[in-house]
């Protein structure tokens, strides 16, 4: 049976490591922070200081970034709008070698339901 798009989330969290919002908050100065969600998306509002590559654009562009190259042992907070995304996005970086990459749980839309800043 083909797996379908919340499938292929469900196994991604399996192999990643998924923060909270909280601890996403506290983290955010000693980590990169990578908005996957589209461009209009990012537009319209994101956490502050986060550097936008899209999910589907994310393997062809993150190692000519200049924020991310050479930089694989940096934490790295990745989301999205609701934590779909952003799972595999986290997973497909850490087989890429970024070892400290983490997903936040429940997106942009859980940062913002909990008062945090918006840029």
Same mark, same amino acid.
């Given at each position: 049976?083909?797996?379908?798009?919340?499938?292929?989330?469900?196994?991604?969290? %399996? =192999?990643?490591?998924? #923060?909270? &919002?909280?601890?996403?908050?506290?983290?955010?100065? +000693?980590?990169?922070?990578?908005?996957?969600?589209?461009?209009?998306?990012?537009?319209?509002?994101?956490?502050?200081?986060?550097?936008?590559?899209?999910?589907?654009?994310?393997?062809?562009?993150?190692?000519?970034?200049?924020?991310?190259?050479? %930089? =694989?042992?940096?934490? #790295?907070? &990745?989301?999205?709008?609701?934590?779909?995304?952003? +799972?595999?996005?986290?997973?497909?970086?850490?087989?890429?070698?970024?070892?400290?990459?983490?997903?936040?749980?429940?997106?942009?839309?859980?940062?913002?339901?909990?008062?945090?800043?918006?840029?």
């Amino acid at each position: 049976m083909p797996l379908t798009a919340m499938d292929l989330v469900t196994q991604a969290k %399996k =192999h990643i490591v998924e #923060i909270d &919002v909280t601890a996403a908050k506290n983290a955010l100065e +000693a980590s990169l922070v990578l908005d996957v969600r589209e461009p209009a998306e990012y537009a319209a509002g994101h956490l502050p200081g986060a550097f936008n590559i899209p999910r589907g654009v994310l393997e062809f562009k993150i190692d000519s970034h200049p924020d991310f190259q050479d %930089k =694989h042992d940096a934490h #790295i907070i &990745v989301y999205c709008q609701t934590g779909g995304r952003s +799972a595999l996005a986290t997973e497909a970086l850490n087989k890429m070698g970024f070892s400290n990459a983490v997903s936040m749980a429940g997106g942009f839309k859980a940062w913002a339901e909990s008062g945090n800043e918006i840029v």
